[in-house]
Nanobody, 126 residues
């Protein structure tokens, strides 16, 4: 049972990246997937979360309107499409899973997620 985040890289300001969070050993149905980011020395910041249904999407104010969540049930994968990237988006990005019964409650709190994937580095720089 694990999550694997991928898709990070180096991109110029204003550019785009799409991160993937692939689940193995379990089906994503019934789980919420949260995306967090962390800059060295700081705690993990909740960026976005996709609930049990595709209509349950939550975003932090810092990424709202620029980041978009989606899900491919066949591939058992959740995506985070990031557009108009800024240097302040530079961080290691992690995906995490929790029971979808949580709904919107504390979606951006890392301690409510029980399964974490290895992070992927996103660097926004010219």
């Amino acid at each position: 049972v694990q999550l694997q985040a991928s898709g990070g890289g180096l991109v110029q300001p204003g550019g785009s990246l799409t991160l993937s969070c692939a689940a193995s050993g379990f089906r994503l149905g019934g789980y919420s997937i949260g995306w967090f980011r962390q800059v060295s020395g700081n705690g993990r910041e909740g960026v976005a979360s996709l609930g049990g249904t595709d209509s349950e999407q939550y975003y932090s104010d810092s990424v709202k309107g620029r980041f978009t969540l989606s899900r491919d049930k066949d591939k058992n994968t959740v995506y985070l499409q990031m557009e108009n990237l800024k240097p302040g988006d530079t961080a290691v990005y992690y995906c995490a899973a929790r029971d979808a019964a949580w709904g919107a409650r504390r979606w951006n709190r890392s301690n409510t997620y029980g399964l974490w994937g290895v992070g992927t580095q996103v660097t926004v720089s010219s």
